[in-house]
């Protein structure tokens, strides 16, 4: 009988716990643990990797589980057994749903992957090893850490239950404004671990590294326990010294970071809305007491306040704000300390109450700000009932005056309810777990929002020069946050100028700042662990996050549209979304397929049941989550359809009635190539090679039209073959072989290589540091591909081919106009001349901007 050894790694802005049952200490044995974070203005990669040997002398399970931030998306994850490397394909949600339930109507054990926990979500994988084997574990996630308090902050648990022969965290932060104060925090180190940890810090960049050893790691020297267990924290911040913020720029995309301090705080006018409905008896109420009694003693002396508490009926505790006085204060108090929790839950006619109330107040500081602070524990089930209703009768009575803040107590509460709610009404929603620490979450989540000092702020960019920029306007600025704004520089400019306007207690500011592009580009020249292009991942990031904010209370056919632009880059960029998850399939002997999703908060509550409207109904028998995704594909389809017609109709554009076979830009010149082969007499036509690069692509023309139907690009390192027809896309590594159809939108990375399918569009294959190649799937007027290359600087010198050689070996001659005539040169390739043309052709390239293009048009023989 097989033995089955769990295994459990866990991951919280790099966090990780590995444990095993005692019966089976040693069967199952991490030899090396590796945490590699990299932090780069404020913007984190995670790296884990664990990898594991079976020790025992027949197969063992193992069980891989992940924790990490829910604010976290995860990249890529793969599994190695001995030396063969099973990616995870990320795809979107309702393809990768179907894919499971076939899996699981062939009989395959296959388990869904559920995500919980209070600040963590969890990816958890097993898989059979037989003895004396090797598994691999790696998993990528990247994250924007969030300013709160003055501070960022990267938490990492560490409880690995076994002694661990390489064990190894490294955590590297380079911010180009300066590191303002670093320190390092942990819950379980001793001297003998204290010499395992090294700190180098300069004026911009950190690297923390703890490293242990075996005896490090003991207990005591005669036993064979570890010591680690507990929580290992990194804080930080940054230097701020212009007043407009820092603005970074890597390759075109621009983040701007703006987090003003030192100035006056806003009165607040706060009225307190408490659930005291009978779910809220015991310990709810007693902390909630708590936690106000706290929240009191914070008010500032210019602050109003209130408290209107409610059940079935509502109660004013004064029919006005009062001042923040000593008191006012000690009255407060005593009538905290009397709350008590009975009767049903009125929450429509608790809100409009306290809207009535601020609506009502008068002798109120001229310059302060409004806010309502709702607490409750359950759904309404007193008065109006029904949450659209709410929802509507709210936001007609704040109309923007005020900010509501939802506190959902527990997991009866709909989450959903109350963040639709609090996000239409300038707010935000928090759940406050049910915990011995609920008071503290409490009181925490008031420090966050007790110092307004800006309201009103505009970041305002040259319209003509940038694209795709996130949110720019914001209602409050609360001390010890941080706004950040990013977007594509769609023009060439030499500076980038922004202006801030935003309201103070003072005055109203007008800050401005021009940042020059070329100097901050070479901020990030060099430097050893920048990850990529990694503000524009920033970007794709922060505007997923915020479509999917933004869709939350958004009308029908808006939020279709959001999701489904959301879903393009969840795709894009390979992040595992609400809108995406991740199929891991196991070895063909294991017959397994598992289904990594990231469910939202509301995915963790019990079933409603109150009235609701078609927004909030599940088609019966769906998994929490999966409703969206289900409406994705036409939406998808329906947005696609309309970004291929964004065209300028206003000028005259020439007429071009075909394609060409393949397209080009030369190499630092503004031209491009139309190239025609006549390569249907070969089986397939040499198109490129690069011995440096490893990389090798060739072509084969269709029979009956004629453009190209094939391609096969070959990497050597990673050693992959991608088969590209117009029928399907093959993935091949070493001998496991995975279909990618076009029908469906996926992603997969092997070894770094990350090779992304766009429904019915196009395919990319990505690696750092190479040449990316992208074929675009036309349909019009018959099925053939289009292939083409992004990032061409990374060509050696020593490329070849049809295509190749136009990247190292071709140039115009000087004075190359033939008789004068503007529409035909002389082209050198590979030191022969031909004569080129200028005509216009269509354009097969996605990021094509204008339709159609102007080309030299060439013909060669291979």
């Avoid at 006012?328 to 905290?336: E, I, K, P, T």
């Amino acid at each position: 009988m097989e033995e089955r050894t769990f295994l459990a790694l866990v991951v919280f802005s790099s966090l990780v716990v590995l444990s095993e049952t005692v019966a089976q200490k040693h069967a199952i044995e991490i030899y090396s643990l590796h945490v590699d974070c990299k932090v780069t203005s404020r913007f984190a990669h995670t790296v884990i990797t664990s990898k594991i040997v079976n020790r025992a002398n027949e197969s063992r399970e193992a069980t891989f589980e992940v924790e990490l931030p829910k604010t976290a998306f995860i990249t890529n994850f793969s599994m190695s057994i001995d030396g063969k490397v099973y990616p995870g394909i990320i795809k979107e949600k309702a393809s990768a749903q179907k894919e499971y339930d076939t899996a699981v109507l062939r009989g395959q054990s296959a388990g869904l992957v559920k995500i919980t926990g209070r600040k963590l979500e969890q990816f958890h994988v097993s898989v059979s090893i037989a003895a004396a084997s090797k598994v691999t574990f790696e998993l990528t996630y990247e994250e924007l850490l969030k300013r709160q308090l003055g501070k960022f902050e990267l938490l990492i648990k560490v409880r690995p239950r076994q002694l661990v022969k390489h064990f190894q965290i490294d955590v590297h932060i380079f911010e180009p404004q300066g590191i303002r104060f670093l320190e390092t925090d942990s819950t379980f180190m001793t001297n003998e671990l204290t010499e395992a940890l090294t700190k180098v810090q300069n004026e911009t960049k950190a690297h923390i590294l703890f490293k242990p050893t075996v005896d490090q790691q003991k207990i005591n020297p005669e036993l064979d326990e570890t010591l680690l267990n507990g929580d290992f924290v990194v804080r930080y911040d940054v230097k701020r010294s212009a007043t407009a913020g820092d603005i970074q720029i890597v390759n075109g995309y621009f983040v701007h970071y703006f987090a003003p301090h030192e100035m006056p705080v806003f009165p607040k006018n706060v009225i307190f809305l408490i659930d005291r409905s009978g779910s809220m008896a015991g310990r709810k109420i007693e902390q909630t007491k708590a936690a106000l009694l706290k929240i009191l003693q914070d008010l500032r002396p210019e602050d109003h306040f209130s408290f209107i508490t409610f059940n079935s009926r509502v109660a004013e505790w004064r029919s006005s704000l009062l001042q923040a006085t000593a008191e006012n204060m000690a009255n407060a108090a005593g009538f905290v300390q009397t709350l008590s929790a009975s009767g049903g839950t009125d929450i429509n006619r608790a809100l409009l109450t306290a809207v009535s109330v601020l609506d009502k107040a008068k002798r109120l500081p001229k310059s302060s700000v409004s806010m309502i602070i709702l607490l409750t524990d359950g759904q309404p089930t007193s008065g109006e009932s029904n949450v659209e209703v709410i929802q509507e009768n709210i936001q007609k009575a704040v109309n923007g005056k005020y900010a509501l803040f939802c506190l959902g107590f527990g997991f009866d509460v709909s989450y959903k309810f109350l963040e639709k709610m609090a996000l239409s009404n300038g707010g935000i929603a928090r759940r406050i777990y049910e915990n011995a620490d609920a008071a503290l979450q409490l009181q925490g989540f008031y420090q966050e929002v007790a110092t307004p000092i800006l309201r009103k702020i505009e970041m305002q960019y040259p319209e003509n020069a940038i694209e795709g920029l996130t949110k720019n306007n914001f209602k409050l600025f609360f001390e010890g946050s941080e706004i950040i704004v990013s977007g594509k520089i769609s023009n060439e400019l030499d500076l980038l100028p922004v202006e801030i306007k935003a309201q103070s207690h003072a005055s109203d500011l007008t800050l401005k700042e021009e940042a020059n592009v070329k100097e901050k580009e070479q901020v990030f020249q060099n430097q050893s662990y920048i990850f990529g292009n990694f503000i524009e991942r920033l970007w794709a990031y922060l505007t997923i996050q915020q479509l999917l904010e933004k869709s939350i209370s958004a009308q029908a056919e808006d939020q279709k549209t959001l999701e489904a632009q959301a879903l393009e880059l969840s795709l894009r960029y390979s992040f595992v979304t609400p809108l995406t998850s991740m199929v891991v399939t196991k070895p063909a002997d294991q017959q397994q397929t598992e289904l990594a999703n990231k469910p939202t908060e509301a995915d963790n509550e019990k079933p409603s049941s109150f009235p609701v409207g078609d927004a909030y109904r599940l088609r019966s028998g769906s998994p929490p989550g999966r409703w969206r995704s289900e409406t994705q594909s036409g939406s998808n389809k329906k947005l696609s359809s309309v970004v291929d017609r964004l065209r300028d109709k206003t000028r005259a554009q020439p007429l071009a009635n075909e394609y060409p076979q393949l397209l080009l830009q030369l190499p630092k010149q503004n031209e491009i190539i139309c190239l025609n082969t006549d390569g249907k007499a070969q089986p397939s036509v040499h198109l490129l090679s690069d011995p440096e690069q490893g990389l090798t692509v060739t072509g084969k023309l269709g029979d009956r039209i004629n453009h190209f139907v094939q391609f096969e690009v070959i990497y050597v390192n990673p050693p992959v073959r991608i088969h590209v027809s117009t029928d399907e896309i093959v993935l091949s590594h070493d001998t496991e072989s995975t279909q990618l159809p076009w029908t469906e939108s996926a992603t997969s990375t092997v070894q770094g290589l990350r090779v992304s399918v766009e429904k019915e569009r196009s395919i990319t294959a990505s690696l750092s540091d190479t040449v990316t190649v992208k074929i675009s799937f036309v349909k019009f007027p018959d099925n053939f591909l289009g292939l083409y290359f992004l990032n061409t600087d990374y060509f050696s010198d020593k490329v070849n081919g049809v295509l190749g050689q136009f990247y190292s070996k071709a140039h115009f001659e000087n004075n190359s106009y033939i008789n004068q005539r503007a529409d035909e040169r002389l082209l050198s390739v590979s030191g022969s001349e031909h004569k080129v043309t200028r005509q216009f052709k269509k354009d097969y390239r996605l990021e094509s901007t204008s339709d159609p293009v102007s080309c030299w048009s060439i013909d060669l023989t291979p």
